[in-house]
């Protein structure tokens, strides 16, 4: 299903942006663009194999529907960017971005003793440089124009693109591990943990069963709405809310797929010298109820991850001109405000 849906969407988004050579000869012999620039300045979210439901905003602390979930206010990490927009429409324009969000959740904040004894955690950032086709339900107030001057007061907006992100999942080392093992940790600071392949990732010599190591580049599809309201001719506060579906299962390093089980063999590990990935590949090792501890993780979906932003944009008009007897002949009735 999530497949159908991808290649959906990017047959959609190829044919959104073919279009945009069309829309702008199918106006006016003297067509007006412009670009506005912005900062933005908000939170980012993730869903993965370390989070308890937590897009869930229903329900924050207990039961709904006989599901437990989490506290989705546990899971938020902040997040900024900027962007460039170029208008070309009366209602369309593309959008560039450059965003900068951190995500990151732990199994203590498990809503069943299961995922508590399953302890893991991690952190990550996420930088992602993105290119999104903008659609504004009630665009400029005069039909056919994209003069920044006849945008409407407030209009809501739905956005699809595609992007690409980068991260590194990291993980603190249990302070045991510090006094036990101090050839490899001299203190409890945060480790990365893509290099150590917490999921068999380099034991795969005579061991097929085991997967190759992830990139941490992998691609998005952002999709969202959001609300714009008009501060001043030159001046745009919008507030949005981006979903953004990915190619990845790693974000959090946690996928699972180790021939039909959940946890690497640790005496994989130990033939190969890697006491540090064992200990990060499992750390329910000694805990109370580890006999019904969590999968370490669910193949079967990837991880995704939000951004819910403000913006505050500029205008930057320089094919700005005075509205001559041509253009007032082109202009129509105004319906929005």
Same mark, same amino acid.
């Given at each position: 299903m999530l497949k159908k849906t991808i290649k959906a969407s990017v047959c959609i988004l190829i044919g959104l942006f073919a279009c945009i050579p069309s829309v702008l000869q199918s106006q006016d012999d003297r067509p007006y663009t412009y670009i506005s620039v912005g900062g933005?300045?908000?939170?980012?979210?993730?869903?993965?194999?370390?989070?308890?439901?937590?897009?869930?905003?229903?329900?924050?602390?207990?039961?709904?529907?006989?599901?437990?979930?989490?506290?989705?206010?546990?899971?938020?990490?902040?997040?900024?960017?900027?962007?460039?927009?170029?208008?070309?429409?009366?209602?369309?324009?593309?959008?560039?971005?450059?965003?900068?969000?951190?995500?990151?959740?732990?199994d203590k904040h498990g809503s069943t003793e299961a995922r508590r004894t399953r302890n893991l955690h991690f952190r990550s950032p996420i930088s992602e440089l993105s290119a999104q086709w903008c659609y504004e339900f009630l665009g400029k107030r005069i039909l /056919?124009?994209?003069? %920044?001057?006849? @945008?409407?007061? #407030?209009?809501p907006y739905?956005?699809? *693109?595609?992007?690409?992100?980068?991260?590194?999942p990291q993980a603190k080392p249990d302070k045991s591990w510090v006094e036990r093992y101090p050839e490899l940790f001299a203190d409890d600071r945060w480790v990365n943990l893509q290099p150590l392949g917490t999921e068999g990732q380099f034991l795969q010599s005579?061991?097929? /069963?085991?997967?190759? %190591?992830?990139? @941490?580049?992998? #691609?998005?599809?952002?999709?969202?709405? *959001?609300l714009r309201f008009k501060i001043t001719r030159e001046i745009d506060l919008s507030f949005e809310v981006g979903y953004r579906v990915t190619l990845t299962d790693y974000i959090d390093d946690v996928s699972g797929n180790v021939a039909g089980t959940y946890y690497p063999n640790p005496n994989d590990f130990i033939q190969a010298g890697a006491i540090k990935s064992m200990l990060f590949s499992d750390r329910s090792a000694g805990m109370t109820g580890y006999e019904t501890r969590a999968n370490?993780?669910?193949?079967?979906?990837?991880?995704?991850?939000?951004?819910?932003m403000f913006s505050l944009g500029y205008i930057i008009d320089k094919n700005d001109r005075c509205a001559d007897g041509h253009d007032k002949r082109r202009k129509m009735r105004s319906i929005w405000w």
């Open positions: 933005m300045l908000g939170v980012s979210h993730y869903q993965g194999d370390l989070d308890d439901n937590g897009f869930d905003f229903g329900n924050l602390w207990g039961q709904k529907s006989g599901q437990s979930v989490g506290n989705p206010f546990l899971l938020m990490r902040p997040a900024f960017g900027a962007y460039l927009n170029v208008h070309f429409h009366q209602y369309m324009y593309v959008r560039f971005t450059l965003s900068q969000g951190f995500v990151g959740a732990h /056919y124009q994209a003069r %920044p001057d006849n @945008r409407t007061k #407030v209009s739905f956005f699809g *693109g595609v992007a690409g992100f980068w991260f590194n005579g061991r097929d /069963y085991y997967q190759k %190591p992830y990139s @941490r580049f992998a #691609v998005a599809f952002p999709v969202g709405m *959001g370490r993780g669910d193949p079967n979906q990837n991880d995704v991850y939000v951004f819910s």
